[in-house]
């Protein structure tokens, strides 16, 4: 089955740091890929995403590029934000055929301080 | 405003109590979801359905039930069955086409009491 492993947290960052996320996935087709992102009580926001191969999505900031050769989906950003504190979850879809259900990563928290 | 909403946000259920989260979503998706998160834990699918009158299970389906009667709406039934009911429960819809994003609800968060 489908599965999305990336780094669990806490991360702790001071302003301006710059930040990675890794992300790795398995799956049987040709997935989408996705970044969402959590804030506290809330339910989750689309980041970023990509459809295939050697996409780049980006958003606010943030960057991920679709690498089949490695089965990875990483985030980054250069200079974080207090606000940028959150969950973030990678995600993978495998489509339409499959119901376009999401398989979710485990989270990774993420704390700026100033 | 075009969006998913979810009702309660908060609910406390007592032991062998059935008890229903309303999810109700005005985007004209065809598909929606139904999510749970536990503390410090990924998102897992409990139930899907990708038409009116149609429903599937996900990964996690027992104690469970949904109905799809209405394209615009998707409630959840966590019955006495499932025995660790508490949790963040979270409902999506998405239009469809590949990559199309899902969209999220603000979630009900259920304690058993």
């Known amino acids: 089955g489908n599965s999305v492993t990336q780094m669990e947290g806490p991360v702790t960052l001071s302003e301006e740091a710059f930040l990675t996320i890794n992300c790795t996935y398995t799956?049987?087709?040709?997935?989408?890929l996705f970044w969402y992102v959590q804030y506290p009580g809330e339910g989750l926001q689309l980041l970023l995403k990509?459809?295939?191969?050697?996409d780049k999505g980006s958003n606010k900031g943030f960057e991920a590029t679709y690498r089949k050769e490695t089965t990875s989906f990483h985030l980054e950003k250069g200079s974080v934000q207090v606000s940028d504190s959150a969950v973030y979850f990678c995600a993978l879809s495998e489509g339409e055929a499959a119901g376009n259900k999401l398989t979710f990563g485990g989270g990774t928290r993420v704390l700026v301080k100033p | 405003d075009g969006g998913i909403t979810q009702s309660p946000k908060y609910l406390f259920r007592k032991e062998g109590q059935n008890v229903t989260l309303s999810c109700e979503q005005n985007l004209n998706h065809d598909a929606m979801y139904w999510y749970r998160q536990d503390p410090g834990q990924g998102l897992r699918l409990i139930y899907y359905?990708?038409?009116?009158?149609?429903?599937q299970k996900g990964d996690i389906a027992e104690g469970y039930s949904v109905s799809r009667e209405k394209k615009e709406s998707f409630p959840l039934t966590v019955t006495s069955a499932q025995k660790n009911p508490t949790a963040f429960y979270l409902c999506a819809s998405s239009s469809g086409p590949k990559g199309a994003e899902a969209f999220f609800g603000q979630g009900t968060r259920l304690t058993v009491v």
């Open positions: 359905s990708q038409i009116v009158n149609d429903f």
């Open positions: 799956a049987t087709g040709y997935p989408s």
């Open positions: 990509a459809t295939k191969a050697d």
